[in-house]
């Protein structure tokens, strides 16, 4: 299993940026996937997940009513739109995928690199 991160970049407050986790190398429809983000010196939190199918999603608290985890456009491709950014969202976020929906990177046993998102005040 494969899994490629990518669309971080610098953005303003209350700006907006797309990242994509395009995955490959296993049969999708068994699957979910996640984003998780690691800010510096924090520990890594869970951001949001979603089934393959879309059945299921989940959000974390802080990130509900602002970012959207959905499918690409192109197969086998997650989505993470992240509106009204703040300085807070700030980290290095990470896909991962499993098999079931959480909120703890105890269910994901495949991680992608990182890409980073920084958020200016």
């Known amino acids: 299993v494969q899994l490629q991160a990518s669309g971080g970049g610098l953005v303003q407050t209350g700006g907006s940026l797309r990242l994509s986790c395009a995955a490959s190398?296993?049969?999708?429809?068994?699957?979910?996937v996640s984003w998780f983000r690691q800010a510096p010196g924090k520990e890594r939190e869970f951001v949001a997940a979603?089934?393959?199918?879309?059945?299921?999603?989940e959000y974390a608290d802080s990130v509900k009513g602002r970012f959207i985890i959905s499918r690409g456009d192109t197969s086998d491709t997650v989505v993470l739109q992240m509106n009204s950014l703040k300085p807070e969202d700030t980290a290095v976020y990470y896909c991962?995928?499993?098999?079931?929906?959480?909120?703890?990177?105890?269910?994901?046993?495949?991680w992608g690199q990182g890409t980073e998102v920084t958020v200016s005040s």
């Open positions: 991962a995928s499993g098999r079931v929906v959480g909120n703890a990177d105890l269910f994901y046993e495949n």
């Open positions: 190398g296993f049969s999708s429809v068994y699957y979910t």
């Open positions: 979603m089934s393959w199918s879309g059945e299921t999603i």
